[in-house]
């Protein structure tokens, strides 16, 4: 039996933290044990990308390139690595080609040593130009696998994938299996497959979901896999990774010994079981085994996400129809694997599906868009009477989707000038638009007011004293409450702002009240003798309000655009008339039912 040293890299500053505690780990929490973690000898840390990114300038007042630098500076004996998501960089959308050069050479010079580039649809269309400038700039390329069981995904078309990818230039090869659906006997055939057809080293990231993956790992070094992802032990299970102290142990002394201090690891464990106990990581998420995700299979972290979306809807009862949901939308849109961002844009529309109480009543932006081929060629077929009540006869795209975009970055640098510090803001500005200015703004204020954030991040939240340099805890935060109100069979939804901690006295500062539709309306609208009024089918944000009062519109035109559970939904106007009121507006925050706008 062929047998090698197994080399291990640590997820625990990116995945580990992104899987367990909502991506909420600061930076300076990190630092503490960076220079211990340098002498252990790991091949390499992921330390950057994925959720991280945006992360960090929404909810930790934090600036995601210097983090980078920050690790780079301790970390000189360990590679630095970071999860990319294709043409969609760090971000939920396509982004256009000199976007993503321009992120990827900064990556490299900040430190980043090794990018993971993946695709939700494994197309490598939407991977080629982070392949080519990685490889140009003098960075490990690995090219990724985003592992999933359908009818339409076997063992030949991942090991054709990964054949292409080795002629677009990649270095190694990583199966990148998110939702923990990998079984260990399905792992040795396709690693074995892997190392004899394609001939890279081959690395394996299994999550732990469905409690298979340390199994996985076994018989995928049995197999002959080279390099696998592992967490530090108080950062892994649940739906994090396996434990690094644990593979690390279970090889020891055996021809794929790792060679690792475990002494080492063990004082870098005790440290990160400090910094877990300042966050709540509910049970099933830390030390939880969902076989369910065999069938459903969205990632652990999704999971957690709606969840929480479902709770703004005082719907959290109805989470176990979503997830059976899940399934019947994924097949509809071609059997996508469920990775960021295709497992926001099924999971999303499976939860609409079922709060609305007709499937595709609601269609987000990311469907439509989807259904158009803009996110690229889907693994299977897709539905096509779904297809075409979506696109309206529009044809889908077959072109390379990034091609039908336009240059950004000039455009971004030109919008957010006034905000400049250094060259990667203008990235950070084009990826994030809302959240990187909002960051700005707080940074030129010198962080006086508390980040914002989403419902859908609020959870794990950190208990105790907050850190040194952290927003929570100061004198005076705003803090966002919503009641509902029922006078006379009629109900209303109370939006409150409250200042908390002024001079010691909680002060509210302004109110808005909004009446709900009762049992006779619908989400959509509440007619009134010629007038329909359109509210709000879900809770969100206005993202853009595109008519004006005095506006002529048809039945089916855009009125406003809303991001409500991750995507965009486009509002329509449910019948052909004349805008007499617009009733909200950008930047607004809406609670379902709330009226946005009148049509007579």
């Not at 090219?143 to 990649?170: M, R």
């Not at 090889?251 to 690792?260: A, E, H, I, R, V």
């Not at 006034?418 to 700005?440: G, H, I, M, T, W």
Request: net charge negative; charged share 25%; proline share 5%.
């Amino acid at each position: 039996m062929e047998s090698s040293k197994l080399l291990i890299t640590d997820t625990s500053l990116r995945d580990g933290h992104q899987s367990l505690m909502a991506t909420r780990m600061k930076t300076e929490e990190m630092l503490p044990v960076v220079e211990k973690m340098n002498e252990v000898g790991y091949h390499s840390l992921e330390v950057w990308g994925g959720a991280t990114f945006d992360s960090c300038m929404r909810f930790l007042d934090e600036d995601p390139w210097e983090r980078l630098k920050q690790l780079r500076k301790i970390f000189t004996k360990t590679k630095l690595q970071m999860l990319l998501r294709g043409q969609n960089l760090v971000g939920y959308r396509h982004y256009p080609d000199d976007l993503v050069e321009e992120f990827v050479k900064k990556a490299i010079y900040n430190g980043i040593d090794i990018i993971r580039v993946f695709d939700a649809l494994n197309d490598v269309r939407n991977m080629q130009k982070a392949i080519e400038v990685a490889k140009a700039e003098g960075a490990h390329v690995q090219g990724t696998l985003s592992y999933t069981t359908s009818p339409v995904h076997d063992l030949n078309c991942f090991v054709d994938t990964a054949i292409t990818l080795k002629h677009l230039g990649s270095d190694s090869i990583c199966i990148k299996d998110m939702a923990g659906l990998l079984s260990p006997y399905h792992a040795y055939e396709l690693i074995k497959k892997l190392k004899e057809t394609v001939g890279l080293p081959v690395q394996l990231h299994c999550h732990y979901t469905s409690g298979m993956a340390s199994m996985s790992y076994l018989k995928a070094v049995e197999a002959g896999v080279d390099i696998v992802d592992t967490a530090t032990a108080p950062l892994a299970l649940g739906t994090s990774q396996p434990p690094t102290d644990t593979i690390v142990a279970a090889l020891k002394d055996t021809p794929y010994d790792t060679m690792l201090d475990i002494n080492l690891l063990s004082e870098v464990s005790n440290y990160f079981k400090s910094v877990r106990g300042n966050y709540q990581i509910p049970l099933d998420i830390a030390l939880g085994v969902d076989t369910n995700v065999l069938n459903y299979q969205i990632p652990g972290g999704m999971i957690s996400n709606l969840a929480s979306q479902l709770e703004e809807y005082n719907a959290t009862h109805r989470l176990e129809e979503v997830l059976k949901e899940v399934p019947r939308v994924r097949k509809e849109l071609g059997y996508p694997p469920l990775v960021t961002p295709s497992s926001q844009i099924v999971g999303s529309q499976a939860a609409a599906n079922v709060l609305m109480g007709e499937r595709y009543q609601v269609v987000s932006n990311e469907v439509k868009n989807y259904l158009k081929g803009l996110y690229g060629k889907p693994p299977g077929t897709i539905d096509k009477e779904l297809q075409k009540k979506v696109l309206q006869g529009e044809e889908p795209i077959t072109c390379r989707p990034a091609d039908l975009l336009e240059p950004g970055f000039e455009q971004a640098r030109r919008e957010i000038e006034d905000y400049l510090e250094k060259s990667e803001d203008v990235l950070s500005y084009a990826l994030f638009p809302n959240a990187a200015r909002d960051y700005f703004e707080r940074r030129k204020s010198g962080f006086k007011q508390q980040a914002s954030g989403d419902k859908n991040h609020e959870k794990p939240e950190p208990k105790g004293k907050p850190a040194e340099g952290s927003s929570a805890g100061r004198d005076t935060h705003t803090e966002s409450r919503s009641f509902k109100v029922t006078v006379d069979d009629q109900s209303y939804r109370v939006q409150v702002e409250e200042v908390v901690m002024v001079n010691e006295q909680p002060q509210v500062t302004s109110a808005s009240v909004s009446r709900e539709p009762d049992s006779k309306e619908t989400s959509h609208q509440a007619q009134d003798g010629s007038s329909t009024t359109v509210n709000a089918p879900m809770p969100g944000s206005v993202l853009d309000v595109v008519v004006k009062e005095g506006d002529q519109v048809n039945e089916g035109d855009q009125l406003m655009v809303l991001e409500a559970m991750k995507m965009e939904n486009e509002i329509t106007s449910p019948v052909t008339g004349k805008v007499t009121r617009v009733i909200t507006a950008k930047g607004a925050s809406v609670n379902s039912g709330e009226p946005l706008a009148i049509i007579d």
